[in-house]
């Protein structure tokens, strides 16, 4: 029996958050962890896995986009000027304001990807045993 099966039979998978959905195995400190956005769903996985999970679902439906990192970081910085600029201004009239709104969705994704998987990890653990 392989250990995903386990955790899928006993339900402790929604438990245990900082469980990588690629391998299936603990992501041990965030300098490992990728939380990664599909729709409205934001998921952990062990560095190496994600660019895995990229490769795989390059050809099937639906790509997985980091949230943390740099590439999350930038992504928040510039929507958070969108946001704030179509907000408080009148470019666009009612148009500009949705899309402020819609500007604040990948920052509410990185809040709850902090949140929810971050903050439980500490930021480095030495000679992590190798899985
Ligand atoms: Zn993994």
Redesign the pocket.
């Known amino acids: 029996m392989f250990a995903h099966e386990k955790i899928c039979k006993s339900g402790v998978d929604d438990v245990k958050t900082n469980r990588?959905r690629?391998?299936?195995?603990d992501?041990r400190d965030r300098d490992e962890l990728v939380t990664a956005s599909n729709w409205f769903r934001v998921r952990p996985?062990?560095y190496?896995?994600f660019e895995l999970l990229e490769q795989d679902t390059r050809t099937i439906a639906g790509t997985w986009n980091p949230v943390n990192g740099t590439t999350g970081l930038v992504t928040v910085v510039l929507m958070l000027i969108l946001a704030v600029v179509m907000l408080t201004t009148n470019i666009l009239g009612f148009v500009g304001d949705i899309l402020g709104f819609l500007a604040l969705y990948p920052i509410l994704l990185r809040a709850f990807s902090y949140l929810v998987y971050e903050m439980r990890l500490p930021k480095y653990v030495d000679n992590k045993p190798r899985q």
């Open positions: 990588c690629y391998c299936y195995k992501i996985f062990h190496r896995c």
